[in-house]
């Protein structure tokens, strides 16, 4: 796996949740978080999941500033996703971790990016023995409004058990 990544808010929250925010320095040699992803889940989602566990000093050393995006992220996407594509292009080789399929999509198909979502962390982390059983994990996220098919749910589970 690349050993360096940018992260988005969806799978930020969603790792605090579980309290696993800890897989992000055990799987990566440098990982980072945009500004305005960072400004996302812990300012403007004060009090929300994740905003409490961010703020620690740990997670603030590694908020990086991004480019202006291209117009077409821009307009295409939400703030904090063109931020981390932005990001992850300047950084390369670099792996984007974003969980909604227009944003994975758009990183992949146009500008060449590898990408993971909030499952194929996990699934990672579990290969590696940093985590248990996936599918509670998972059961929990979809539990808390998380949008996770049970075909997701599924694959994530039988990918952590398949010789790698």
């Not at 990544?5 to 992000?24: M, Q, R, T, Y």
């Not at 480019?67 to 292009?89: F, N, Y």
């Not at 699934?123 to 949008?147: I, S």
């Amino acid at each position: 796996m690349i050993e360096r990544a940018v992260i988005n808010a969806g799978p930020l929250v969603a790792l605090s949740l579980l309290e696993k925010l800890d897989v992000l320095p055990a799987l990566f040699g440098e990982f980072w978080i945009p500004a305005l992803v960072y400004a996302e889940v812990v300012t403007a989602g004060l009090g929300r999941p994740g905003a409490m566990d961010l703020s620690a000093p740990q997670w603030r050393a590694h908020i990086r500033q991004a480019p202006d995006p291209d117009p077409l992220l821009v307009a295409e996407l939400d703030p904090g996703e063109a931020s981390v594509i932005a990001l992850a292009r300047t950084l390369l080789p670099c792996l984007v971790i974003i969980d909604e399929r227009r944003g994975r999509r758009i990183a992949q198909q146009i500008y060449g990016l590898p990408v993971k979502g909030t499952a194929g962390l996990l699934v990672e982390a579990r290969r590696r023995g940093l985590v248990g059983e996936l599918r509670p994990m998972l059961d929990q996220l979809k539990a808390a409004g998380y949008f996770l098919t049970d075909s997701v749910i599924d694959a994530a589970c039988q990918a952590a058990e398949a010789p790698h």
